[in-house]
């Protein structure tokens, strides 16, 4: 079996928490909101590994590039563009994930597999950016056996994507899998799972919700 990876989602976790589970040996956190990330940057030890997994908005682009270890959310090109201009800018290579919207879910954001397919050319030429993978958010449905084909889906496209031999693209990781289905997500190719509540228990926003 691959070898996978644990990223624990630290949204709307204080740092107490995390700095408890860090002790404990964890070292890849993930945080969805930019500016939160970089406030527990700020707090915690600096040998975390910290992962983006949220959306991440075009304007934030420069805040965030040469301080996380993985950006697991490109969503387009035009997001690729602006982390590879930021990149240059900064003078350093920046490790993404493509994240494809494989169930078509309108509220979802990613790539669309034939969306991807015209992109990932170009995206290839972009300078600064190391593309290591793919990224997917299965839909919230109760029996997770019944999503196994979105995360079977992805592998298969990432397989598809590896066999164009791109330069500065390499499919070594699959990003999939969450708190109620990473066990399928693990069966179907899994490299990293990101996992929040199982970790850290119920989580609240700032709304109380």
Known sequence: MQEVRLVAVSKFVPVEKILTVYNMGQKAFGENRVQDLLKKRLLLPLDIEWHLIGTLQRNKVKDIVGLVSVIHSVDSILLAREISRCAVKKNVTVTVLLQV?????????GFLKDDLFNSIFEIAGLPGINVRGLMTIAPLVPDPESIRDVFSDLKLLAQQIDAL?????????????????????????????????????PRYNQEGV
């Not at 919207?101 to 954001?109: C, D, L, R, T, Y």
């Open 101 to 109: 919207n494989i169930a078509k879910e309108a509220a979802k954001h």
């Open 165 to 201: 031999r791109l330069e500065s693209i390499t499919m070594e990781e699959l990003s999939m899998g969450m708190s109620d289905d990473f066990h399928v997500a693990i069966e179907e190719g899994a490299t990293l799972v990101r996992i929040g509540s199982r970790i850290f228990g």
